[in-house]
């Protein structure tokens, strides 16, 4: 069977799952035999200019459908659960779409303070993917910081992970104490293109890992009773990288600028979290330490943070403002096959809660590259069902 055999395949398949989803969704009650089914979505309009690109669609003003999101839970008994979330989305490049397995996990709770699952999880090395997915009516703004945007999307971060996964919470008289530990396969990077070994994306390998070295993440976060609201944390994550072309199967070596060449990248990333939610404050911040070692040994050390900060008025209005930073070295050869570059985003945006399951928010941003500055403005009606 040949690559596009395989790939309609695929896609058929993948449709035919979606439909029974849906068909779940329309017929059965919102509780049967214990199952929980839940979505969410959104309509975005965004404008960009001073745009030097102008081949982005944002700089025409552009309305562009979110993603469809639905998810299944259901508690088989009092100690085992399973959940599923599937992830349907527009393809820009044909219009059509395409479906995703974004989580599938089977877990069994021995106690608050011990609980092990298997299967496809969010990554819980950042704050912002394990508490709001893909739902986003669940966060204040439109978007994601951009380096916690999704694998595919263009993000730096492994938000998906394929393994195994231990945690709990232990509850003193301090304050909570929770903990993750997963481990799994490691990502890769796909569809380098090897004239300029640049242009790629994240993929978490669900189906098959390609190194025998596991990725381990953990994360650690201490919620003190003294000051409610607060929460502290620190993470981490270790993998090893290759590189591919868009067929997934011819490696890639990456030339960096200086012309230092490597096929593997040995990664590991340290973050720090804290958060404030209460007294209608939100207060989120997260910061990331890249350590990524080349084939020969070489070290590279970039950076990535945001902080984010809202106070809800009236119950309904919520006025918000973000800034991102990434700051990465140009022979980083993980950047350089993410194609990546230093960058700050500045966002103000306000949120009206029409009710508590849908919103609508309105954004402008001010990005500053080495190669482009440039605004955008956004609207964007997000819900959940």
Do not use: C
């Not at 011990?114 to 394990?130: D, I, K």
């Not at 990535?304 to 919520?318: C, D, E, P, S």
Request: no cysteine.
């Amino acid at each position: 069977m040949g690559k596009e055999q395989r790939r309609l395949r695929r896609i058929k398949s993948n449709r035919i799952i979606f439909s029974l989803v849906i068909a779940a969704f329309l017929f059965l009650p919102p509780k049967v035999f214990g199952l929980e089914l839940q979505g969410f979505s959104d309509i975005t309009y965004t404008y960009a200019w001073h745009k030097k690109d102008l081949t982005d669609p944002n700089t025409n003003g552009t309305f562009a459908l979110g993603e469809l999101d639905l998810f299944i839970r259901e508690n088989l008994s009092d100690r085992v659960d399973f959940l599923t979330e599937f992830n349907y989305s527009a393809d820009p490049n044909t219009n059509g779409g395409s479906v995703d397995i974004e989580r599938l996990q089977i877990g069994y709770l021995f106690n608050d303070a011990l609980f092990v699952r298997a299967g496809r999880f969010h990554n819980a090395l950042s704050y912002w993917n394990m508490t709001y997915h893909h739902g986003r009516q669940l966060q204040t703004s439109i978007e994601r910081p951009d380096f916690l945007r999704f694998e595919d999307a263009g993000g730096l971060v492994p938000t998906h992970l394929v393994g195994l996964w231990v945690g709990g919470l232990f509850d003193t008289r301090m304050g909570g104490l929770e903990y993750d530990l997963m481990g799994g396969n490691g990502p890769r990077v796909q569809n380098v293109d090897p004239a300029t070994t640049s242009g790629g994306s994240l993929s978490p390998n669900s189906t098959g890992d390609d190194s025998k070295n596991k990725a381990a993440t953990f994360m650690l976060r201490y919620t003190p009773r003294a000051i409610r609201g607060l929460g502290i944390g620190i993470s981490g994550n270790i993998q090893q990288l290759r590189f591919y072309e868009s067929d997934g199967v011819t490696e890639v070596p990456i030339v960096s600028p200086d012309g230092s060449t490597t096929s593997v990248v040995n990664q590991q990333i340290y973050g720090v979290n804290l958060e404030y939610l209460a007294h209608n404050i939100e207060f989120l911040s997260e910061g990331y330490q890249f350590r990524d070692y080349n084939y020969h040994g070489q070290s590279y050390l970039d950076y990535v943070w945001y902080a984010q900060i809202g106070l809800k008025i009236m119950n309904r209005v919520t006025p918000y403002g973000r800034f991102e930073r990434w700051t990465v070295l140009a022979n980083d050869p993980y950047f350089v096959a993410l194609a990546t570059q230093d960058m700050s985003k500045t966002v103000a945006g306000l949120r009206f809660d029409l009710i508590p399951r849908s919103s609508i928010k309105a954004e402008i941003r001010f990005i500053n590259t080495p190669s482009d500055n440039y605004n955008e403005t956004a609207i964007q009606w997000a819900f959940a069902f």
